[in-house]
């Protein structure tokens, strides 16, 4: 539907879900970037923080409580399965990190349908932003204008945390060389498990602020972690602004095609990430 | 990218099944003919190797995962229940089968369920493992009709009895039609005709319509069948908004039809894609101002989007339990299986055990496995007079089952009677009025042999 009403709706639209696009890839981005290890589960992770977040809804009727717990409650899972598993494959193939965090995914997508099964959970958005509210060019529904708020302060967060800590010194450091850090006597160990928490917890509060747009199954998170992927690569892999940058790219993208074919967004985008893989492998904002 | 893994594992692994099958087969004895002991029949498909012993093989290809998981698990559980209603003898097959006794011809009947994921590729995989390894006389199950077509010429390639279980495209008894496949449920064609003098009545002629539509056979079809019915008593179709099959978020599609100016909602939307992108519609204020239809309604549908959204909102489905208050037969079925699986069923589970219970009619009829003879019993025209729908009959010409189809209204939660209580039935429409010529589709069968 061409018209300037609808292009102006759609060209916003694309900002909001590519915000969202962009919390998740960034976590997905700065856990490849620090530890070299491209996270599988991530999708998983995602689907993890809106069944925690739902069990803290029904336990009570929060919805705040349940953004909470549901980012936490992944955070802690991330870091147990780094201290557990991930961490004796940091310096195993590539092959066997993506083997092992596939099957990570897998085991908690089966275990989240075998304690909840198959059929879609959902939560409501608190009442005060249930509604619609008016743009003047369109009306739009207040809980998406919520959300968008929330990742750009998520976000913003994170930036804070990578460029403006010690922790994101060493994490940004250990992007550019992680032997060299290692060499200078600091805490790779301890600075692995944070990230990895932090990138899984950026993953499951995305879970949670999603879920009363998306109604949670067990494999709610399996297209999220594909659209991600192509975010990471044309945002540049490993770097957070290109997965900022990415994020809105694909939002963008695919609300702007859906204006003129719906069947034709997700094409559109893999185009997109096809065009920046020959004109510039690194991605957008990748400096390798 | 973690498709693609997943498909690599379950190659090997058939690929090792397949080995240890044929490893099994070199220690037969070799020159004695299987087929000699069956009676004047040759080996055709999986007959006489599949019933040669006290059992016979029943594949379940279902839905597990993903955005028809629900729909998939349901049918799965009707499937079932109609397996053990045929071991044990029950009353309830015996109505709708009188010569059965117990099993299939005496045979005790087996099954193995797989997920297909929706995928017709994953489906087919499943099912030629159910024919090759475990020699399954019929394979049973579909939520997408694309894993139905798919199915469908699988097993007229196979001579294996393939039965759809929710399979709304026009195709699947048309175009893709084969010998070997037969639909007992309701479908594009005949719940729009079903549908639409109801709509025209509650809603009027002068309305103008948005289409939400997944992009495949199944969307393709019921848009085709519903603006052909819709438009020619006035209503006009303002656009159509195609949706890739699980696609989470339907923003910019409703963007598109909040701008278009419709009146009218047509989701045609299925499972996990229904729940979300009626959600979404009432997130995005569409609900308010627009008129919901969902021509092809999906199983669990009200109970995952809430009788708030659902109230008022017309519908077809293939069986809708509270038909128990008028039908003994229904009622038995409705009975049977909440007592067994604590819920009343949805119209996968129905779909699921009409077609097990008009197999075992068919083979029994047939009194032999042999597929040919199997599917002369199907196609014998006799009129099944105690179904659960009421009278039904295969059609000859495309194994299309002439079946009422049910036309239901939302309920508003105050007036629900149960937690299940979601619908009125609005009307049972009888069969033979809403069906086109058997060959408007394209139907061509093929051969038995």
């Known amino acids: ?288 | 990218m973690g498709t693609d893994l997943n498909k690599g594992g379950l190659t090997r692994r058939a690929a090792l099944l397949r080995g240890a099958s044929l490893a099994g087969g070199a220690i037969l004895p070799i020159g004695l003919p299987t087929w000699a002991f069956a009676a004047d029949y040759p080996p055709l498909g999986n007959f006489p190797e599949g019933v040669a012993g006290s059992t016979v093989f029943v594949g379940i290809d279902v839905p597990l995962t993903g955005t028809y998981a629900d729909a998939g698990a349901d049918e799965q559980k009707g499937i079932e229940l109609a397996i053990e209603h045929l071991n044990g003898g029950n009353d309830l097959i015996k109505k709708i089968s009188p010569k059965t006794t117990k099993g299939v011809l005496g045979k005790e009947v087996k099954s193995g369920a797989a997920d297909e994921q929706a995928k017709a590729n994953v489906a087919v995989q499943n099912a030629t493992q159910f024919i090759t390894d475990k020699k399954a006389m019929v394979v049973i199950g579909s939520v997408s009709s694309a894993t139905a077509v798919a199915l469908n010429h699988l097993a007229q390639d196979k001579k294996v009895i393939y039965l759809p279980g929710i399979s709304g495209s026009n195709d699947t008894t048309g175009k893709d039609c084969t010998r070997y496949s037969f639909r007992a449920c309701h479908y594009a064609y005949s719940a729009s005709a079903a549908i639409a003098p109801v709509l025209l009545k509650a809603l009027g002629k002068d309305r103008k319509a948005a289409y939400l539509t997944p992009d495949y056979t199944y969307g393709h079809t019921v848009y085709d069948s519903m603006t052909k019915f819709t438009e020619a008593a006035g209503w006009k179709t303002i656009t159509n908004q195609l949706a890739p099959l699980g696609a989470p978020d339907y923003s910019a599609l409703l963007l598109n039809i909040a701008n278009s100016g419709a009146d009218v909602l047509v989701n045609i939307g299925f499972g996990n894609d229904a729940v979300n992108s009626i959600k979404q519609a009432k997130q995005f204020g569409l609900l308010d101002k627009m008129t919901l239809v969902m021509p092809y309604l999906s199983p669990f549908l009200a109970k995952q989007v809430g009788a708030d959204l659902m109230a008022g909102v017309y519908g077809t489905t293939e069986f809708w339990w509270t038909y128990g208050e008028k039908d003994a037969t229904a009622k038995q079925f409705a009975d049977a299986f909440k007592a067994k699986y604590g819920y009343n069923p949805e119209w996968g589970a129905h779909a699921g055990y009409l077609q097990i219970a008009l197999w075992a009619r068919a083979v029994e009829t047939a009194g032999t496995f042999y597929p040919p003879e199997v599917i002369k019993a199907y196609e014998n025209g006799e009129h099944i007079k105690d179904s659960t729908l009421g009278e039904v009959w295969w059609r000859p010409q495309d194994h299309q089952l002439v079946r009422p189809v049910f036309v239901v209204k939302g309920k508003k939660q105050a007036d629900m009677k149960g937690p299940d209580d979601y619908y009125d039935i609005v009307e049972v429409v009888p069969g033979e009025g809403i069906m086109q010529a058997p060959d408007a589709f394209g139907c061509k069968l093929g051969e038995a042999t």
């Open chain 1, 1 to 288: 539907m061409l018209n300037w009403a609808n292009f102006s709706s759609q060209l916003f639209n694309g900002l909001v879900s590519g915000a969202l696009l962009a919390l998740i890839s960034a976590g997905l981005t700065i856990i490849y970037g620090t530890l070299g290890v491209l996270n599988l589960a991530h999708g998983a992770l995602f689907m993890l923080g809106g069944y925690a977040g739902f069990v803290a809804f029904q336990e009570t009727d929060s919805f705040v409580v349940a953004v909470i717990a549901g980012a936490v409650f992944v955070g802690i899972v991330g870091i147990v399965l780094e201290r557990t598993i991930v961490r004796f494959f940091y310096d195993r193939p590539d092959e066997d990190q993506i083997l092992v965090t596939f099957g990570l995914g897998i085991v908690l997508v089966e275990l989240v349908r075998f304690g909840f099964g198959s059929l879609s959970q959902s939560i409501s958005p608190p009442a005060w932003a249930a509604g619609v509210t008016s743009l003047g060019f369109m009306l739009y529904p207040t809980y998406r204008l919520l959300v968008f708020a929330i990742v750009a302060a998520a976000l913003g967060g994170l930036y804070l945390l990578l460029y403006r800590t010690r922790l994101g010194l060493v994490v940004r450091a250990g992007i550019e060389d992680a032997t060299m850090v290692d060499a200078l006597g600091i805490n790779v160990q301890r600075t692995f498990m944070t990230v990895f928490g932090i990138g899984a917890m950026a993953a499951g509060f995305a879970g949670i602020i999603n879920a009363p747009i998306i109604s949670i199954t067990p494999n709610v998170g399996d297209d999220i972690l594909i659209e991600c992927f192509v975010v990471v690569v044309i945002g540049g892999v490993g770097s957070f602004p290109g997965a900022i940058v990415g994020g809105l790219v694909a939002g963008e993208i695919m609300s702007l095609t859906s204006m003129i074919d719906p069947s034709y967004s997700a094409v559109m985008l893999f185009a997109a990430m096809a065009l920046v893989l020959a004109l510039r492998p690194q991605g957008l904002f990748g400096t390798r």
